[in-house]
Each structure stands twice: as C-alpha cells, then as structure tokens.
Nanobody, 121 residues
Framework: QVQLVESGGGLVQPGESLRLSCAVSGSIFSTDAMGWYRQAPGKQRELVASVTKWGSTNYPNSVKGRFTISRDNAKNAVYLQMNSLQLEDTAVYYC???????????????WGQGTQVTVSS
C-alpha cells in the first residue's frame, strides 16, 4: 500500500522557520512531480510549491523567496523549507506526489494526511 507520510509541522512565531518532510512508502515504479499544498480554514486548497522529477521548481508569489522545495529521489522524499513565516501561512499542509505504480499505468496523484502549521504571536 502506497503512503505519503508527512512530518515537521508545528506552532511558530512570525519570522521563524519550519521544515516539512514527506516520504513515499510502498511499492512504486516511478515518481513524477511532487509538491506541497495548503488549506486554511474556509479557503480552498492551494499550491505552495512543486518540483518536477528533473528538479524544476514552481512557487506562487505569496511564498516566493521565503519557501524552498527540494526532493531526494533516492529516498523518494520531498521537503519544504519555510522561512520568514507569516500569520497568513497558517494552514494544514499536504504533500502531493504523482506516482506510477507500474510501467503500464499513468501517474496518479497521491496525498499525505496533512500536517498543521500555525504561525501565531
């Protein structure tokens, strides 16, 4: 059974940093793009950062320059370094990975269980 296991959320003050981690477990054929999304109360889930299998990254303007996504293909893991956290970064953060379970089937999106990030003074 394929799972995405996240860790690293918590409570921080404005201006502080957090690092989120997400590891893929289970039998897979390959991993395509990976990313992080977040969902604040009453809001839609939004993309925070994404990285292709070749390492190209993408960020929305709201986090550009503060957040950095990286991946370790050998460990099948993705990370999100969040610096200069702001109150509006408070949300549940979800790991996303597009996984191919075999050479026959196309990639399918898998999601982690979510980890809470709270920025509060």
């Amino acid at each position: 059974q394929v799972q995405l296991v996240e860790s690293g959320g918590g409570l921080v003050q404005p201006g502080e940093s957090l690092r989120l981690s997400c590891a893929v477990s289970g039998s897979i054929f390959s991993t395509d793009a990976m990313g992080w999304y977040r969902q604040a109360p009453g809001k839609q889930r939004e993309l925070v950062a994404s990285v292709t299998k070749w390492g190209s990254t993408n960020y929305p303007n709201s986090v550009k320059g503060r957040f950095t996504i990286s991946r370790d293909n050998a460990k099948n893991a993705v990370y999100l370094q969040m610096n200069s956290l702001q109150l509006e970064d408070t949300a549940v953060y979800y790991c996303n990975a597009n996984l191919r379970l075999s050479a026959i089937y196309p990639a399918t999106a898998y999601w982690g269980q979510g980890t809470q990030v709270t920025v509060s003074s």
